[in-house]
């Protein structure tokens, strides 16, 4: 596995196999990197408020990843660091990505469970060591075309990444950790709830049994950065099955 | 061989400070119900990124066991699984508890309901789990019993000794007074098969008591031959008094 310059040496790195396989790190990058994720994240969201849409049912305010935004977030958008987190959760490197930044104000309600396994959909002639969805000229989630002459192409979600900064008011008892689930309603079975510590990171392969939410946050914010890692439908349907949500076009 | 140790509420306060400071001695079966512990066991790897993909940093790391020890079924395959992995069981510490506190008394706002299963799990699932252990394991080794120095902790509180009145905590205070009694009833009827039974009455840790004293006076216990005693642990009380 090749590492990443920018990790700090002293992170500490652990999987996790129930409720589902997970990777937790802390202390992930140098400080100086660290640093500047922050300061972007804080620039963008700062600058840009009026970009953080609120997520449909969902309290958080989320500003979706573009490849001209992405530099600004090295290396977490970059392909050595997408292929990094495929190796660790062995799946096959993709260029396909997506991302966001979320801001969740304090007092949220939590989130519904969910597990990410859905497909998503791509320019089928875009090329490049990363690869975005193109959200203006087709539906990420359908597939349906907004644009004459647009290809779409089906990929599937396969590993999510939160990656947790900012939040340094954040104490036990504040809420907003990720709360990751055995079943798809969070009163079944195990759970455990992942804090949004700075500079930490939860890592997941998405499945069927990937189930996950927020949980509601009524002592701080929490702020996190979202990468998506995508495969295509055939080694998905390899490893899961058919077992991956098709959303219906509106 | 090391000796094995089974260590019910791993993933709380105490029961993670009991793993981690037993782990370098014991072999540790660490039982949760709903929270995986923090610790690195089976179910929690450390990862080497120079290294092997996925690499554990010890070999003795806790043997982490689900398990929900208000139902019996639970209770007898968390013992079968204990065993079936380390072939014996030399010490078991109750350290699961039900901590809420239900109101007073005569205002009778507490939920019957809830007020039973915090008598389950704080006074009939620790002795339950004794039971089994000793059906399927102790009943018939009395040597290897005195050899081991096997014993039973149950992890009571100071509030089992005391009444501290205006906070609500009767039925809480209840089912530790009664764990204490069964305990004692407990290590009166393991005697003959020389294994030992106490329990061990902390403050409220780590706020009027360290966490670490109490894991201090667990081990001292363990370590001993004393039996159906109950053990008070404060601030100001002796370290060394068994």
């Not at chain 1, 409720?19 to 992930?28: C, D, G």
């Not at chain 1, 055939?234 to 219906?248: D, L, P, S, V």
């Not at chain 2, 092997?52 to 395959?77: I, M, W």
């Not at chain 2, 039974?197 to 409220?204: G, H, L, W």
């Amino acid at each position: 596995m090749k590492r990443i310059a920018e990790l700090n040496p002293k992170g500490e790195w652990c999987v996790y196999q129930r409720p589902f396989r997970h990777i937790r790190a802390e202390r992930v990058f140098r400080t100086d990197v660290y640093q500047r994720l922050e300061s972007a994240f804080l620039s963008l969201k700062n600058a840009d408020e009026a970009e953080f849409r609120q997520g449909t049912g969902y309290d958080a305010l989320i500003l979706a990843m573009r490849q001209n935004l992405a530099s600004g977030f090295a290396p977490l958008f970059e392909r050595r660091w997408t292929d990094f987190l495929a190796g660790l959760v062995d799946l096959p490197q993709s260029a396909q990505i997506d991302g966001a930044l979320h801001h969740i104000p304090a007092g949220s309600r939590s989130g519904w469970v969910h597990n990410d396994f859905c497909s998503g959909w791509f320019n089928a002639k875009s090329k490049g060591d990363t690869i975005f969805p193109d959200r203006g000229k087709c539906d990420y989630f359908t597939g349906t075309p907004k644009a004459p002459g647009f290809q779409p192409k089906e990929f599937v979600r396969a590993a999510t990444m939160i990656f947790y900064l900012h939040n340094d008011d954040w104490k036990q008892g504040c809420g907003g950790e990720t709360g990751l689930y055995e079943a798809s309603h969070a009163g079944a079975g195990e759970m455990c709830a992942v804090p949004p510590v700075n500079n930490s990171l939860l890592l997941f392969e998405c499945s069927p049994h990937s189930y996950h939410s927020l949980i509601a946050n009524p002592g701080s914010h929490r702020n996190s950065i979202i990468l998506w890692l995508h495969s295509s439908v055939e080694n998905t349907e390899a490893r899961w099955g058919k077992a991956f949500q098709r959303h219906k076009p509106k | 061989m090391m000796p094995v140790c089974l260590i019910t509420g791993s993933a709380g306060k105490l029961g993670s400070a009991l793993c981690r400071a037993l782990t370098p001695t014991h072999q540790i079966a660490a039982v949760y119900r709903k929270k995986l512990p923090g610790f690195p066991s089976q179910l929690r790897g450390v990862i080497d990124l120079d290294g092997p993909r996925e690499a554990r940093k010890a070999a003795n790391v806790p043997f982490c066991v689900q398990g929900d020890l208000t139902r019996p079924e639970d209770v007898r395959r968390i013992v079968e699984v204990v065993l079936a992995r380390f072939g014996q069981i030399d010490v078991i510490i109750a350290s699961a508890a039900d901590t809420r506190y239900h109101g007073k008394l005569l205002e009778l706002s507490f939920d019957s309901a809830k007020v039973e299963a915090q008598l389950i799990t704080n006074c009939v699932a620790p002795l339950q789990l004794a039971s089994a252990v000793f059906q399927k394991s102790w009943k018939d080794q009395r040597a290897a019993n005195r050899e081991f120095n096997r014993c039973v902790v149950n992890v009571s509180s100071i509030s089992g000794l005391h009444v501290f009145p205006g906070n609500g905590q009767a039925f809480y205070s209840a089912s530790k007074a009664a764990l204490n009694f069964l305990t004692r009833h407990l290590a009166s009827e393991l005697t003959s098969y020389c294994v030992r039974a106490n329990s061990v009455c902390p403050s409220r840790f780590p706020d009027s008591v360290s966490t670490e004293k109490v894991v201090t006076r667990i081990l001292d216990v363990i370590a001993s031959r004393v039996t159906g005693q109950v053990l008070e642990v404060t601030r100001d009380s002796e370290q060394a008094s068994i």
